[in-house]
């Protein structure tokens, strides 16, 4: 599954990665990565940090993403999320908040 979503990434989710792929950000992400049985948009394992894109049906599944985000928090897996709508019109704010994590 994390191979198929990756081929068919969101407009948001391939203009981000062109940020945060090859250390861009000082840590390595990778993108649609596998945690047991989640598959996270961009995780830093080296800082556990994931960084989750929503786009419209995250507001239909927010009971799911509650879950999810409590069993990742149980494994110290810091969560940041961002709507699609935020990486298009305000690249440069992402940015700045994912490196604040980041230091």
Same mark, same amino acid.
Do not use: C, M
């Given at each position: ?34 945690? &047991?049985?989640? @598959?996270?948009? =961009?995780?830093?394992? /080296? +800082?556990?940090?994931?960084? %989750? ?5 995250? #507001? ?15 494994? &110290?897996?810091? @969560?940041?999320? =961002?709507?699609?709508? /935020? +990486?298009?019109?305000?690249? %440069? ?5 994912? #490196?604040?994590?980041?230091?």
């Amino acid at each position: 599954k994390a191979r198929y979503l990756r081929h068919e990434e969101t407009k948001a989710g391939k203009t981000l990665w062109k940020e945060l792929r090859n250390r861009k950000l000082r840590v390595k992400f990778r993108r649609q990565h596998p945690v &047991e049985k989640f @598959i996270l948009d =961009f995780y830093a394992p /080296e +800082i556990n940090l994931a960084i %989750e894109l929503d786009g419209s049906p995250h #507001k239909e599944n927010k009971d799911y993403d509650k879950l999810r985000t409590e069993y990742l928090n149980s494994k &110290e897996i810091k @969560i940041i999320r =961002f709507w699609n709508s /935020e +990486i298009e019109n305000n690249l %440069e704010e992402v940015i700045r908040k994912i #490196k604040n994590e980041i230091d």
